[in-house]
């Protein structure tokens, strides 16, 4: 069982930053992948950055370059860095993780962007 718990959501301006933590419960937290989602209004979730367990990440072509994602295995937390924010950005942010065949979402955290 993986438990994951989102903050550091809020409201930023146009070409602002904020980050966004995931603390995740479970002593093989550094060997498992997590992810970071959004999810909009009207429209469906979709995945913005990945991290792997040995730290090789991914991003979606929307946000590359603008969000990091990084991981503290000693903390059990993984950050999203998002960096010249845009209104396009709003949604709510969720932390998922694939373990033994089961999706693990956390409770979500709402990122708004204002122009």
Not at 35 to 59: M, S
Not at 65 to 78: E, L, P, Q
């Amino acid at each position: 069982q993986v438990q994951l718990v989102e903050s550091g959501g809020g409201w930023a301006q146009a070409g602002g930053s904020l980050r966004l933590s995931c603390a995740a419960s479970g002593s093989i937290f550094s060997m498992i992948a997590i992810d970071w989602y959004r999810q909009a209004p009207g429209k469906q979730r979709e995945l913005v950055a990945a991290i792997a367990g040995i730290g090789i990440t991914r991003y979606s072509d929307s946000v590359k370059g603008r969000f990091t994602i990084s991981r503290d295995n000693a903390k059990n937390t993984v950050y999203l860095q998002m960096n010249n924010l845009k209104p396009d950005d709003t949604a709510v942010y969720y932390c998922h993780a694939f373990l033994r065949g089961k999706d693990f979402w956390g409770q979500g955290t709402q990122v708004t962007v204002s122009s």
